[in-house]
């Protein structure tokens, strides 16, 4: 068992609209994202830089994928200058204008397509009686 080191101070990170994940866990990286976006929209900061620098993408489809289900964000792009695709822009509402209500997931009515013949096949060998 470690003992937490008393020298250690959790990050602080100031509320200006750029948030950069680099100094960050990737389990901290969905509660700290949705707890910076309603930080700023109280502080009416409604354009936010979130860098999540380039890598593979992982970090980067997680962030995307937080801020779709976020009502409070009315959009999303990757930034197209310095930093490129290692940053996501985002713009949220202010404050004083009331959320959309969340968009439930439409049922799909499941529609079975035609049945791949390697499955026939297999259906025949294991469904005998």
């Avoid at 937490?4 to 990286?29: A, K, S």
């Avoid at 910076?36 to 354009?47: D, E, F, Q, S, V």
């Avoid at 890598?55 to 937080?66: D, N, Q, S």
């Amino acid at each position: 068992m470690t003992t937490p080191d008393p020298n250690t101070h959790p990050v602080q990170t100031p509320i200006d609209g750029v948030l950069d994940l680099h100094t960050f866990c990737p389990q901290e990286v969905p509660d700290l994202v949705r707890e910076y976006l309603h930080a700023c929209r109280i502080r009416h900061i409604t354009k936010i830089r979130i860098i999540h620098g380039k890598g593979k993408g992982v970090l980067r489809e997680t962030v995307h994928a937080i801020l779709r289900r976020e009502p409070m964000v009315r959009g999303f792009h990757l930034a197209n200058d310095r930093g490129s695709w290692g940053a996501t822009l985002v713009d949220i509402y202010p404050p004083n204008v009331s959320l959309p209500p969340r968009r439930r997931p439409e049922a799909k009515a499941h529609r079975p397509g035609p049945v791949p013949g390697w499955y026939r096949l297999l259906h025949r060998i294991f469904a005998r009686h």
